[in-house]
């Protein structure tokens, strides 16, 4: 790769919100895996249908037809994003609603007995769903996660799995630490066994490029407000599988065409078009920095070459970002890094304790500062709460990287945190 070079001023300047500030400080939104922020042609995009276009679908005359192809457009779009066709993206309220609603769909043709397996290391939005199939009778296992490196034990995962497992959920990327998993590992063994896959990529989705047809996966779920759009989820659906299986919504039973039969009611059509126009403005970034990854890109060509490449570009900003914040943090005493080891593949999520306080007390020193990070479980309740234990001291702080932020906003946080510690330490020698 040529020397590389991220024109941070052109993504800055699609946002209005990065003129905020707090107490004279200018914001630093270093919340990304929690919802990134909005670049005005999104919103653009979005008023534009609420203003000239709205109305329902399949309808007889003008701004219904412009719906309609609005709509597909926005399905297209997608296909580019996730390397399939239009017929296999279904959208829906978010990745949480479209999992459910996945679930309820494929338990109808399941039986008392049948098992699901899910994992330690997800989302409750790729837990609960399934875990909810316990009330018809089938048996849900989950797979553990190593708790000291905080990635999957792919050996647990491949025990749990028998002739008897219909569906097997996992997470690709974990909104927790940022770890990512081999996902294609997973697919492939639960695939062995004849059992249908589901891929939550919410976290990956903003970081990586994503190829369904590689993995191989029968479901994948994503949710537009990770990366630049509005709150909307997108379902991937395998085109041989969908046409199969059950699904839920009005008349189900008689509804057999894909994308549809996934799609409960009438559609978010504003929502769609801002997600896919989010997803235009990852494919300028691409435009803007193909050059730097000709090797990466060969063979592919049109929109899905500059998404492609967009995301090459987003990675390649954050990555060494994030490898200075790991590497800045992990010397400040007390401090504990969570995730996989150097080199095990991550998004450029960072995830620290510090001994003996709150993460909240943290964050809100942070946000005083105009630092705006999140603390918690992010609702991966599982490897927070119970695998890592720490919901009493408040989980984890987590820094999320987004391509709008700056190497000066890293440092700011870096000297904040710092800052913070000092004060804990006067305050304890105070005390003492
Ligand atoms: C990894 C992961 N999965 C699932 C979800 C749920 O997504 P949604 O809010 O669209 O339901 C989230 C949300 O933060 C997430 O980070």
């Not at 829906?92 to 338990?107: D, P, Q, R």
């Not at 939005?125 to 875990?131: A, I, L, Q, T």
């Not at 999957?152 to 569906?167: P, R």
């Not at 007390?361 to 999140?374: D, P, R, S, T, Y």
Request: glycine share 8%.
């Amino acid at each position: 790769m040529k020397d590389f070079k991220f024109n941070i001023d052109y993504v800055r300047e699609q946002f209005p919100c990065l003129c905020k500030t707090v107490n004279g400080n200018a914001a630093a939104f270093l919340d990304g895996p929690g919802g990134t922020q909005v670049p005005v042609r999104v919103v653009n995009k979005i008023n534009d249908y609420l203003y000239y276009r709205n109305a329902n679908a399949h309808g007889a005359y003008k701004t219904s037809q412009e719906s309609d192809k609005i709509y597909w457009e926005a399905r297209e779009v997608f296909a580019d994003f996730l390397n399939c066709s239009p017929e296999e993206v279904v959208f829906g309220e978010n990745t949480s609603t479209n999992n459910f609603k996945l679930a309820l769909g494929l338990v109808r043709t399941m039986k008392a007995g049948d098992e699901v397996l899910v994992t330690d290391l997800d989302h409750e939005g790729n837990r609960s769903p399934w875990r909810t199939l316990q009330d018809f009778g089938i048996v849900v296992k989950s797979a553990k996660v190593h708790p000291e490196t905080c990635t999957l034990d792919f050996e647990d995962f491949k025990s749990k799995l028998s002739n008897k497992t219909k569906v097997v959920a996992v997470n690709w990327a974990s909104n927790a630490c940022g770890t990512i998993t081999d996902v294609k590992k997973c697919i492939d063994e639960a695939h062995k066994y004849g059992a249908l896959t589901v891929v939550d990529a919410v976290h990956y989705a903003p970081h990586k490029w994503i190829d369904v047809k590689e993995i191989n996966t029968d479901f994948l779920l994503c949710s537009a407000y990770k990366f630049f759009g509005p709150h909307i989820g997108i379902l991937y659906v395998k085109k041989e599988i969908g046409e199969k299986v059950k699904s839920i919504r009005v008349m189900a039973n008689d509804n057999t065409d894909m994308p549809f039969k996934f799609e409960t009611g009438t559609p978010a059509m504003e929502l769609a078009a801002g997600a896919a126009e989010a997803v235009e403005f990852i494919a300028d970034i691409g435009r803007k920095h193909e050059e730097f990854f000709t090797e990466g890109l060969r063979g592919l060509s049109g929109r899905r070459r500059y998404i492609v490449a967009g995301m090459m570009a987003i990675d390649a900003y954050e990555e060494p970002m994030a490898k200075r914040l790991r590497t800045e943090l992990s010397k400040i005493e007390g401090l504990k890094i969570y995730g996989p080891p150097e080199g095990h593949p991550r998004t450029s999520t960072v995830s620290f304790t510090l001994d003996g306080v709150n993460a909240n007390e943290i964050a809100k020193f942070l946000g005083e500062k105009g630092i705006f990070v999140w603390d918690g479980d992010f609702y991966a309740i599982e490897i927070v709460n119970n695998v890592l234990k720490l919901e009493e001291q408040g989980g984890l702080l987590r820094i999320g990287l987004a391509p709008y932020n700056t190497e000066e906003e890293i440092t700011r946080t870096i000297e904040a945190v710092k800052d913070f510690c000092k004060i804990q330490e006067k305050l304890s020698l105070a005390t003492n």
